[in-house]
């Protein structure tokens, strides 16, 4: 190992983008047969679970997502029917349609797959308290 990669062993940012790259691998992988992809079905579940829809920057605050990769990952769905965009002055309000909901639907069946591995491989106690660290993490940074 490189004198500068040997420095940042311990850096939070470096290890938890390896654990996130990782973990999107082998989710990606669990549900590549499925009608979205692992970074989309978020984006699915936020409107979902607002059926008047939700603005782009307000979609994007709830998802802890930079706009240019809401964008980036809005325009396949679109295309594909899953939601609407109307422009609302300055801003834009996404719905999630029919065709979304059941490609969630779908989606959701083999991501719990991969739920259950990842869970079973790391269980139950070290999975709650990873959630509760990055929660932890999450809030303390974000202010």
Known sequence: MSQN???MEGCLCFNLRCASRAVT???E????DGPLRVTQTPILGGL???P??????GLSDSLEMDRTTLLRNIGPLRRKGYLTSEAEGKRTRLKITKEGLSALEKSFAQWHVAQAR???TLGAERWKNLLKDLEIATEALAA
């Open 5 to 7: 990669l040997r420095q």
């Open 25 to 27: 691998r082998f989710f």
């Open 29 to 32: 992988a669990t549900m590549m």
């Open 48 to 50: 979902a679970a607002n």
């Open 52 to 57: 008047d829809g939700l603005t782009m920057a």
């Open 118 to 120: 990842v869970m079973k």
